[in-house]
């Protein structure tokens, strides 16, 4: 068999392949950090999820409809005209950082992501919830309580994954944040990266 023949045969295999796979949507839903606050797109880790899957899952596309500043109430306002637009299969929900920041009641944040997610399975969209964590600062106190939000719903709801703590081993690590002690730098993204991939494939393995 000829080169050529065997290429177009390798094509023809893989185009039906992508035909015959069902086509899933994810949809990132967050903060400046899955919006890639100070650093360009391409860089940030939501790109470059969307990146290393771009081959080996050809039918699954991502959008990234995170916003810098954003809070859970801001976030709840503008949900259902993103499910609407987006109609994703799957919502990865990183949320809370900037309510916590602010010292917003434990209550209200928990109240608005467990509305989101409710509003996700009543549609039959999955969810990825993504836990964060507060500077020491805040208090023990409060800060417990903020992480505990999360695992809360993550036992309330029957999740697609939940990942604890989004920044786990880069929070700790004065090279991997920005000036601001806050924000991860762009060496930080890849990381982040590998924490949340293999939660999609276990989720594209089990739907």
């Not at 899955?34 to 081959?55: C, I, N, V």
């Not at 809370?96 to 920041?101: K, T």
Request: charged share 15%; hydrophobic share 45%; aromatic share 8%.
């Amino acid at each position: 068999m000829r080169r050529d023949q065997l290429l177009l045969l390798i094509f023809l295999a893989f185009a039906q392949y992508t035909q015959g796979a069902e086509n899933r949507s994810i949809l990132i839903y967050g903060d400046s950090v899955s919006a890639g606050y100070g650093m360009t797109q391409p860089e940030s880790w939501p790109a470059l999820l969307a990146s290393d899957l771009a081959f080996s899952q050809p039918s699954v596309s991502f959008t990234n409809a995170s916003v810098s500043g954003e809070t859970t109430t801001g976030g709840l306002n503008r949900f259902k005209k993103a499910l609407e637009i987006h109609a994703p299969d799957l919502v990865i929900l990183e949320l809370g950082g900037n309510d916590g920041l602010r010292g917003y009641p434990i209550s209200k944040i928990q109240a608005n992501l467990g509305n989101m997610i409710a509003l996700c399975q009543k549609q039959g969209i999955e969810i990825l919830l993504i836990g964060m964590v507060l500077p020491p600062n805040y208090g023990r106190r409060y800060t417990e309580a903020f992480v505990g939000i999360y695992s809360t719903l993550a036992a309330e709801f029957n999740l697609a994954g939940f990942l604890p703590h989004l920044l786990s081993g880069i929070a700790t690590d004065p090279n991997l944040l920005q000036r601001d002690g806050i924000h991860p730098t762009v060496a930080a993204q890849p990381l982040i990266k590998e924490q949340i991939k293999p939660l999609i494939l276990n989720w594209l393995k089990s739907d």
